[in-house]
Each structure stands twice: as structure tokens, then as C-alpha cells.
């Protein structure tokens, strides 16, 4: 394990030394530098402390076991490494640590200037004689197997060094500064060296960066800024609303972020690591003036919209629970979508409304739903006593809430026993199994099954898909829920009855990597068959394929992302769960 850690170290350091070869200190920060045209900003203030955590993170020592990573690290490309680095560390007199100390003891920032198109790096090293040190021994590395070697010139003074036509970096005092344009270089130069140069033409001065500085806590491990009212003006978030109007999953998902970014100033992102836990999250202002009417179905009433409590099942892969006004959004759909998505759901509504029965499908059916909604996917356990599927399938359900139960309980369970006729009818055209139609009450709920009878000419190898299924409608009260299978719809129902406190997301979604594992491990065999057929695999080079894939669900214990509306900023959390 000794001489794994010792490799992944190197790894580390190659990576670190690779894309953060450089480090700028004064008494003015980086920001302070930089342009006030500069769109994208991003630091690290401890890179040896996020080295340090990423060597013995648990995570790393479980990657380290791997026969994945045992291979890379017999790689070529990674056997010259180590002997670059091994040659560096012998000239320096010094280990990688110790090297990495020296060249970003003050941190790492790097940036992208919207007026020169070029991108910039600053760190800041631990003194002008390490950083020196360390320059010349880059220098003299770089220039084996260069024909040209690496090129030389000076701006007011300062040696500029110019490394495959693409990258000039000069060192001055304890900085480092790396671009990819000379104008920007120049002009990062300029104001390192004019001590009395305006300050207010700068990047840290300009009022959507300090609005965005305030949204620090001070326990990340990386921060990062985008400006976008530039990138409005150049299109550059066309892409990102086109995709939303194309498409109404994207809508649904995004669409009120979507909204609020085309009136933001910037956006910022967050990262912390630790033993725990990978924390992302992004903020993008939004105050109550910044909600529109046509993304109300989205936010809710003033911004108040907030998802149900997410229920819980044994072996739940993912929960995910949210407030969307579907029958709103619906209705909007002519201002929301584009044309041929207008016209496909036009054509949906004329087919919808007539299959239920004359009831418009928009303003009727979802119309008597509460925008709280809820998806949940759960790995299946099979009845011996019944037809066992080969590809065996997670059970799924929706659960929501009825505006009206009185009045739409018996309506939904008339539809819900069509729909299952309908499907038995274009089953048997088709030489499918049929489906047997079960009503019963089940305490104060109501239920209907349909179930799919077993076929007596069926293999028990090769059982159809179909077995995955028994549709399921649960009612009680104001509960709605349709469940791909009868077994998650009780365990739901159940669930509803101790169901946790409400918190103040939009949405929120739990994906859970033990259950997933598990579910994979089900088609185990179905996987390695995949693997075998689409990428001419033997049966063991497909097997290991799966199980590494396997094995790397194991690594990890959980997803939850949540949206919410918090301190004036549209806020967007992931965190990654080791334990």
C-alpha cells in the first residue's frame, strides 16, 4: 500500500505540476490584476492542504486497490513521468511535497479575459528564491527533446518565456504568471508593476465580482466566478434557453434557472472536500423582482413552491422531489416552447383528451393535481412464485396529491382500468401477455393491480420484460400514486403515513449508490452478455469490465442535490457521500 500511495502522490504531482506550473505574490491580490473585462475567475487558496486531503482521502486509498489504477501505473506514459519528476526532485533536493509547498504556498487563481480572448494562471510561491529555483529547473526539463528549445523576450524589464507558441509565463519577485495571449500578459504585468496605476479598472473593483466575493463562507476549498452579463451580450447563453424551449424535460428541470440567469450579473461556484463528504454548489442572484409570470408553474407563487417530503422505501436508488405546477406549465406551453414543440403537444392533447374521455388533458387531469410531485426508483425483489424476468428492472412510481379526491378518485381509477384494457387489447395484437385487472381495498386505500399472467411455453431463461411489471394505483385521501409495480406502491403507501417534515428546496434527489450496485448485480450476467456482443470482449475481459464498474459504486455511499431559493440567490447543491 506503501508504494501505491507513493505513485498516486506522484500521479498528483504530475497533475499539479502539469496545469498549476505557476505563482504570482504582492501586496495586490490576484483580482487586483487582472482586467476588469475578465469574465471567468477561479482560486485555490491551500493547494498543498487539497493535496494532502486528496493523498489520504479514503476514497483514493479504496481507488489504490483497483486493478484498474495497478495498471495505469505501469503504464509508459506514466513510468517517463516518474522519471521526470524523479529528476526534478534530485536537482531541487526535494520531494514533490515539498516542491508543490514551494511553488503555491499562497495559492492558485486562474482566469479568462473576454477583451484578448486569453486565458490566465497567477500562484504565489513561497519565496522569490524557491520560485526561482524552481523556474530554472522547469526551464532546463522543458528543453530536452525541444528543437527549438523554449524562447525568450522582455517587457519592461522582465524576462518573458515563451513554451511551445501557446503558453508565456514570466516569474517577478514570488509570482508566477502564465497566459495564453500577450496582450493580457502585458497587462497583468503593468499593474504589478505601476503601483499607482487606477485600481478601479481592475476585476476585484468592479460591483458584480465584490457582490459575488460576498457570497464566501470561508470553508471552501475552490471558489469560482462567471460574469454574465458579457456573455449575454456575445449569445453566449442561447444555447442553454434554446435547449429549454426544445425540450420540456430541460423545462422542467432548469427552466427557472434558465430564466433567472438571462437577468443575473454572475454566477459563482463552491467546492469543499473533506473525509465525508464533495460538496458543489453554485449561487445565481434572484430576488423576488427577478421571477417571472410564465416560470410561476416553476417557483410557485412569490418563490414560494416547495417539494414534498421525500418518502422512504427499503432499497431506494433515487428519490426525487420537487414542486412543479405541470398543468401551469402546460397551459404556457405556447410562450415557454418553440413551434415544433407546440405542435407535438397540441397533437398529444387532441389524443390525450380523447382517450380520457372528453377531459382536457391539461386543465382537467393534471389540472387536479397539487404541483407537489414525487419520483422514486427502487431496486425490485421477485416472487419465486412468480415468472422472474432475465433483465430484472427497478420498480418506479409517481406519487401526488389530489386537489379534489371526492371528485377525481373514481375518475382516475376509471382511467387507470381503460388504460390497462387498452394495453391488454394492443398486447394481444402483438402476441404480448395479457394482464389480469385486480381491485381491492387495502385499509382505508384503494387499489388496482394488473398483473401479467404467466405464460405457460415461457423458458425460465428467458422470461420477457414484461414480468418486471404489475401497474399499480394507489388512492387514499388526497394520495394519488402510480406505481410500476403493486409491492412499491404499498411500501409508498405506507410511507406516507410517517413521512418526514418538510423543508424549504424546490427540488431535491437522493441517488443511492449501495442500491444501485445491488440493482446492477441483478444483471450481472445480462451485463457481461452486453459487453461481449457490442464490443467483441471475451466473456472475461467483459466480466472484469462490469466489475470494475461494480466496484466503483462501492466507493461511494450517496448524491443529494437540492435547489432552493435562499439569501436572495437561486442555490443549486450537490454533495457526493463517501460514508
Known sequence: ?????????????????????????????????????????AEIEDPRELADTLVEHPVVEKLLELDAYQQFLGSPEFERFKRILGSAEEQLDSTWPEILTDLAEGGISVAFDLNTQGGALLAEARDAESLARLRDTFLKLAANGQQDGIKQGEYRGVTAYEFNEQVKFVTI???????????????????????????????????????????????????AYLGLQPIRLVGGLAALSTAARENMLVELLIGGIVDAAARAD???????????????????????????????????????GQAPPM?????????????????????????????????????????????????????D?????????????????????RPIPTIKLPSFAVVAQMRDPEVMTPELRRIAISMIGFFNVVGAME?????????????????????????????????????????????????FIISSTRSLGEQLLAASRKQGQQDDAN?????????????????????????????????????????????LFELVQSLDLDLARQDGHIQLRAILSYE
Not at 508504494?3 to 496545469?19: D, E, G, K, Q, Y
Open 173 to 223: 519577485e514570488n509570482w508566477l504568471i502564465v497566459v495564453t495571449e500577450s496582450k493580457l500578459g502585458a497587462a497583468i504585468l503593468d499593474r504589478y508593476l505601476d503601483s499607482e496605476q487606477d485600481l478601479h479598472e481592475t476585476l476585484a473593483a468592479t460591483d458584480t465580482f465584490q457582490s459575488a466575493r460576498r457570497t464566501l463562507k470561508g470553508t471552501e476549498t475552490a471558489w
Open 431 to 479: 402476441g404480448q401477455p395479457q394482464m389480469d385487472i385486480e381491485m381491492e381495498k387495502l385499509g382505508q386505500a384503494q387499489l388496482v393491480t394488473a398483473t401479467f399472467l404467466p405464460d405457460p411455453n415461457q423458458q425460465p431463461s428467458q422470461v420477457k420484460i414484461q414480468y418486471n411489471f404489475s401497474p399499480t394505483a394507489v388512492f387514499h385521501d388526497r394520495l
Open 266 to 304: 454572475y454566477v459563482t461556484a463552491m467546492v469543499r472536500l473533506d473525509e465525508q463528504a464533495l460538496e458543489v454548489s453554485m449561487a445565481l442572484p434572484c430576488d423576488d423582482s427577478s421571477l417571472t409570470e410564465g416560470r410561476e408553474y416553476f417557483f410557485g407563487p412569490g418563490g414560494q
Open 365 to 385: 387531469i393534471l389540472g387536479s393535481l397539487e404541483p407537489q410531485l414525487q419520483l422514486v426508483v427502487a431496486r425490485q425483489r421477485f416472487d419465486s412464485q
Open 311 to 363: 418518502l422512504k422505501v427499503d432499497d431506494t436508488i433515487l428519490s426525487l422531489s420537487t414542486y412543479r405546477d405541470v398543468a401551469q406549465m402546460w397551459l404556457r406551453a405556447p410562450d415557454l416552447f418553440t413551434a415544433d414543440v407546440n405542435d407535438a403537444l397540441a397533437e398529444a392533447d387532441s389524443n390525450l383528451t380523447t382517450f380520457f374521455a372528453g377531459r382536457d388533458f391539461g386543465e
Open 1 to 41: 500500500m506503501k508504494m501505491t500511495r507513493h505513485c498516486f502522490s506522484a500521479l498528483l504531482a504530475w497533475i499539479l505540476v502539469s496545469f498549476m506550473p505557476g505563482i504570482l505574490r504582492a501586496e495586490k491580490t490576484a483580482a487586483q490584476l487582472l482586467p476588469a473585462s475578465t469574465i471567468f475567475f
Open 507 to 551: 427540488l431535491a434527489m437522493r441517488l443511492s449508490f449501495p442500491a444501485l450496485e445491488k440493482t446492477l448485480a441483478d444483471n450481472r450476467q445480462q451485463l457481461i452478455v452486453q459487453n461481449v456482443l457490442e464490443d467483441g470482449a471475451t466473456q472475461e475481459e467483459a466480466a472484469q469490465s462490469v466489475d470494475v464498474l461494480l466496484s
